[in-house]
């Protein structure tokens, strides 16, 4: 079992940054891929980013350029740098881990607001 605490979101303006913070509760190395996803009022979620173990990283194309995925792997950690942050990508995030046996575990979400 996996257990994921997302921290970081919140209200900001448009052009503006955040970064979001996913905390697992145990050692990443057993994780194969961690990643963000978000889920917009009346949408269904989608990938935003995700990173694998030898720090393969992918990004939805609306958020390339703007958003950057990384791993800390000694403090079991997955982070979203947003910047030139836009009113659409206004969602709650979601952190994900896929484990090696096929197991995907979801963190509770996180609210992030970009005000135009």
């Known amino acids: 079992q996996v257990q994921l605490v997302e921290s970081g979101g919140g209200l900001v303006q448009a052009g503006g940054s955040l970064r979001l913070s996913c905390a697992a509760s145990r050692t990443i190395f057993s994780i194969y891929a961690m990643g963000w996803y978000r889920q917009a009022p009346g949408k269904q979620r989608e990938l935003v980013a995700t990173?694998?173990?030898?720090?393969?990283?992918k990004y939805a194309d609306s958020v390339k350029g703007r958003f950057t995925i990384s791993r800390d792997n000694p403090k079991n950690t997955v982070y979203l740098q947003m910047n030139s942050l836009k009113p659409e990508d206004t969602a709650v995030y979601y952190c994900?881990?896929?484990?090696?046996?096929?197991?995907?575990?979801w963190g509770q979400g996180t609210q992030v607001t970009v005000s135009s």
């Open positions: 990173v694998t173990s030898g720090g393969s990283t």
């Open positions: 994900n881990a896929y484990l090696y046996t096929g197991v995907d575990y």
